[in-house]
């Protein structure tokens, strides 16, 4: 599998372009409307055939490039159908998966930071959006954000993964690129070694964050799949 990560430097927002080597076949995870020239170039000199442009969750720091993507590739966007986007292509259920050339992406919910949250797994790697971070986890204060069910999505889902499993997040702030289920599992200071629901609530009511800075106009473009609204 050909795999590459990318980032948007204003928001550490990681994109992660995934392709089958033979048959080109290839899909992105969270793209950025101000990277879509970027991605769509790499995507045309390496000779890949974009299938799929999927969004973890309704992004509110960031707005989506794939509605972009869409009208330059030809690609059918994706995203939880609990985002309630009419827009999207495939309105994605837990346990679907997202197939191109020899590889799969299975369509994990995870819901806690949003409602419409979702990981994909696929060949010992997890992608986990906003949800588990390394050495953390997204906040649960606003669009439907819930501590209990967010304890419940990491615990019960992702760290029931084979503890080797790589966890490539949908942002990392200190420059790190990757993490494992078994160093999460372990250090994330917010849920690992064993932290009881009652702890990470505690945590997580205590972390007083400012409101993302372009959440009023992500939300809405991105229910719009990425086309600002006028």
């Not at 997202?98 to 992406?105: M, N, R």
């Not at 997040?169 to 009652?198: F, M, Q």
Request: hydrophobic fraction near 35%; charge should be negative; glycine fraction near 8%.
């Amino acid at each position: 599998m050909f795999f590459t990560q990318l980032i948007d430097q204003e928001t550490s927002t990681y994109t992660y372009l995934l392709a089958d080597e033979q048959s080109l076949e290839a899909v992105i995870i969270d793209s950025v409307y101000e990277n879509a020239d970027r991605d769509s170039l790499l995507i045309h000199e390496m000779g890949l055939k974009l299938k799929y442009i999927i969004d973890t969750h309704l992004h509110a720091d960031h707005i989506t490039g794939s509605g972009e993507l869409r009208k330059r590739t030809g690609a059918k966007t994706a995203i939880s159908q609990l985002a309630n986007v009419p827009c999207v292509d495939w309105p994605l259920k837990n346990g679907d998966e997202i197939k191109f050339g020899h590889f799969s992406l299975k369509a994990i919910e995870t819901p806690g930071h949003t409602n419409s949250c979702m990981s994909f797994y696929t060949e010992g790697m997890i992608f986990t959006g906003d949800v588990l971070l390394i050495n953390g986890c997204g906040r649960t204060d606003f669009q439907q954000g819930d501590s209990q069910k967010m304890y419940e999505s990491i615990t019960q889902k992702i760290f029931t993964l084979p503890i080797d499993t790589k966890v490539y997040p949908g942002h990392d702030y200190k420059g790190l690129t990757y993490s494992t289920v078994a160093r999460e599992k372990k250090y994330n200071p917010r849920i690992g070694d064993g932290k009881s629901l009652n702890e990470f609530q505690k945590i997580m009511s205590e972390l007083k964050l400012t409101p993302p800075k372009k959440i009023d106009t992500a939300v809405p473009a991105n229910k719009n799949c990425g086309n600002q609204l006028l």
